[in-house]
Every structure is written in C-alpha cells, then in structure tokens.
C-alpha cells in the first residue's frame, strides 16, 4: 500500500502549512507531513508554499505599502517578527479575495499563524512523543535560486536544522525534494548528506523527456545517480503507464502529486477509483490534500 504524504497538512480541511493543518494530518494517519520552505528577511525558514504572504494571509491589511513593483508581498522582505503578526487563512486570490477552493474552510476566518521549520519539527516530533506513532517530514526547498539571488542560502540553513533535530541518515524518517536538480545534486555530491532525496517533476518537462521510451530511461537514470525518488506530477504517472516500473527498475520510489478530491483528473469518475487507479500502479507514495481518506481509500484498494 502506498504511504501518505499530507500536501501541506490536512490542507483539504485546514488552512494549508499550519500546525493545525499538520496536527490533523498526523491524527488522520498521515505517513509524512509536507513542509515548503522559504526565508524571511532575518534568515528564518518559515513553512510557506509560495514566496507571497498575500495568498494566504492579511499581510496587505497589516503593512500597506510594502509590496514589490509587481504589487507582490514577499516572505523574504519581511522580518520574523513582523510575519508572526500575521493571520493566516485558507488560500485566496491576492486581487479578489476569494477563494480558491470554495468548498474548503472559509477564507478570511480564524486565527492561525505561519510556523518557522523548526517550529513545526517540534510540534511533529512532540506529537509522535506523545502518540507513539513516528511520522516522517517531507521539506521543500522552494526556489533556491531567488535565495541565492537575495544572497541567502536557503540549503545550508535548512539542512542545518534538520541535522540538528536528529534528521541525517538515509533510513531517517525524511525526504527532501525540489525542482532544481542542481540544488539536489549539491546536496548529495558537494554537501554529502545521505538523506532520501527525491527529484520534482512538474507535467511539461517529464512530457518532453518522456516522448519515447528510450527518453524516459534515459532522465530515469540520470536522476538515479543522485536521488531516491521521483516526485512527478499525477498526470505523468496516469499518463506514462511503465513510468512506475521503469523508475524501480533504476532505484527510484516514485510519490506523485496531488491527489485532490475537487480536481479528479480527466477521466476518472470518483477519488475511491483514482486510489485504486494508483494502489494498482505500484507508486510507493502520494501527495494527499485529504490525507485521512486516502489512507482508507488505499486500506480498502489493497
């Protein structure tokens, strides 16, 4: 049975990166719990998916006037001490408001805050204290590539932390993942840390490598010589029917995202058969907006 990445938290149910979120998640049987990563302006990995406070929090509201040209309130220009001030709600459109999954906890209400990572690493090593149930992290290096722009080393502030908590081995329970493969290469190769690493892949570019069968081995075993595992969007994996087996064949988990019960992909009538559709696939893992019915919906597939 695939294990069960909570995207986010319980971001189906909760506004998306709060320990609410992760405490639910972790409650609902979640595997891993998801954690985006940026930087403020004082160097503090904060769990954000995005570089804008303005999706996800009333930032506009609470400091006019500090947007960038292109109208944008950004994490990394503001001080840890001026983002706890904020409140968090579920995701919203920055220009009208609203929501952008209606059908989700209502935008704009309660009161949650943005945690640090290490914040977060000890709420989920707390709870899996308190629990007896150890549930892995699963951190995002999100653009690195801005943050070396900025002069910040995102990398080496994270893995610093996770090396502290006690997160260095390979059988740890932890991935990290990104899109840049040369900021995963550097981590494996330049830095040396043994901890499962797992290649992003959004549909566009895994369309354009996997145009032939000899294509997709090819970037399989490329990414093979520096990662454990393939984070490939859901539709490659519903698209690319030897992907799976094709990765395992090179070494490589494969943990697709992300499973959404508003977003059911073309042609698949109901989340219980896109479960099935992916138990039967052999992938090993999943990014879940509804972590609690995909572990029973996977119970029930096996």
């Not at 609902?28 to 990995?45: F, I, M, R, S």
Request: one cysteine or more; a negative charge; charged letters at 25%.
């Amino acid at each position: 049975m695939p294990f069960v990445i909570a995207h986010r938290g319980a971001s189906g149910l909760l506004p998306e990166h709060t320990l609410e979120s992760k405490a639910l998640a972790h409650g609902l049987g979640a595997d891993y719990l998801e954690q985006d990563l940026v930087l403020t302006k004082d160097d503090v990995p904060i769990v954000l998916h995005d570089l804008y406070l303005d999706t996800i929090s009333d930032v506009a509201t609470q400091f006019p006037g500090r947007s960038r040209e292109d109208g944008r309130y950004y994490a990394i220009d503001f001080m840890l001490d001026e983002i706890r001030q904020l409140n968090v709600s579920e995701r919203f459109d920055h220009i009208t408001g609203r929501a952008v999954f209606p059908h989700r906890f209502p935008a704009h209400t309660g009161r949650f805050r943005i945690p640090t990572f290490e914040e977060e690493i000890q709420f989920i090593q707390g709870l899996n204290h308190s629990s007896g149930r150890t549930v892995g992290i699963y951190p995002e290096i999100k653009h690195p590539g801005f943050h070396e722009q900025a002069g910040k080393d995102i990398t080496r502030i994270m893995l610093e932390i996770l090396l502290r908590y006690g997160y260095l081995r390979e059988n740890d329970p932890c991935y990290v993942q990104c899109f840049n493969p040369a900021t995963l290469k550097r981590i494996r190769h330049e830095l040396g840390i043994r901890l499962r690493l797992v290649q992003l892949l959004d549909a566009p570019t895994g369309e354009r490598f996997f145009q032939s069968a000899e294509g997709m081995n090819a970037y399989l075993r490329e990414v093979s010589a520096y990662a454990n595992g393939l984070g490939p969007a859901l539709k490659l994996v519903l698209q690319n029917h030897t992907l799976v087996d094709t990765a395992h064949t090179v070494g490589l988990e494969v943990h697709p995202w992300t499973l959404r019960r508003e977003e059911l992909p073309e042609g698949i009538t109901s989340f219980k058969e896109l479960h099935r559709i992916l138990a039967q696939s052999g992938i090993d893992g999943v990014f879940s907006d509804f972590p609690g019915e995909s572990v029973t919906l996977f119970s029930v597939s096996s």
